[in-house]
């Protein structure tokens, strides 16, 4: 028996092909779900596919995924899962990264941003600030901190200067720069001090920096709060010395 298409011509009897048939039609369905209606509407093996997606470009993953599930006993142990137990699941180190992701996200989202959260306020907040942030700097390092309009970090940064080579036109100008770059309203210098009491030399130049900095700032509608010096819980500030 001849096999008739519906119509005549070209092509016609030949089987059309479906559209999105195999592993990558199934992937491009899965990912317009999520786009669609977002991740909470996969099952838990389906989340485990789309993530193996990553690791395993060509395949079928939904027999994998859920081996994985009874393997580990729920989604959240796998996710949670080490990287060696991964392995020994027979997985590749690029599977066993991709499994990772979200356990790993979920660490840096539930940390406290102190840059966004941190006023300064007042002394005792810079103080407390430097002693919990700057513990490690090292020492004669230049730091800026730079504040939005309610005093609170925008960014803390450390600055490279050459305080003992006579260069503060270079770093008065990236620090200007710099505040214009973040919106800046306010800022505080913060100079690690390598020896207590700092050395003479050092507080005048920075004194001269800061000095040049604040007179420029005044054009920028930038504050210049203080200056100070900290070495192991002990400080010196610029603007208490009438420096500023």
């Not at 992701?101 to 406290?112: E, I, N, Q, W």
């Amino acid at each position: 028996m001849t096999r008739v298409g519906r119509s005549g011509g070209k092509g016609a009897g030949q089987a059309v092909p479906f559209r999105e048939t195999g592993p990558s039609g199934h992937r491009a369905r899965m990912r317009a779900r999520v786009l669609a209606s977002g991740a909470a509407s996969l099952a838990d093996y389906e989340i485990v596919e789309m993530l193996l997606f990553i690791g395993v470009p060509r395949r079928d993953t939904k027999p994998q995924a859920k081996a994985l599930l009874n393997r580990f006993g729920s989604l959240g142990a796998l996710l949670s899962a080490s990287a060696d137990a991964l392995r020994e699941a027979g997985l590749s180190d690029r599977v066993a990264a991709a499994l990772g992701l979200p356990a790993s996200v979920a660490d840096c989202l539930s940390r406290p941003d102190p840059l966004t959260r941190t006023p300064m306020g007042d002394w005792d907040a810079v103080l407390a600030y430097c002693d919990t942030q700057l513990a490690d700097a090292p020492p004669g390092q230049l730091r800026v901190l730079f504040l939005d309009s309610i005093n609170h970090i925008i960014a803390d940064e450390a600055v490279d200067d050459m305080w003992d080579e006579g260069t503060p036109e270079l770093t008065q100008r990236h620090i200007l720069l710099r505040a214009l770059d973040l919106h800046a309203s306010a800022l505080v210098g913060v100079r690690i001090a390598p020896s207590w009491p700092p050395p003479v030399a050092m507080i005048e130049g920075d004194a001269v920096l800061m000095q040049a900095i604040s007179y420029h700032a005044q054009n920028l509608s930038l504050t210049i709060q203080d200056h100070v010096f900290l070495r192991q819980g002990q400080w010196l500030s610029l603007r208490q010395q009438r420096r500023l």
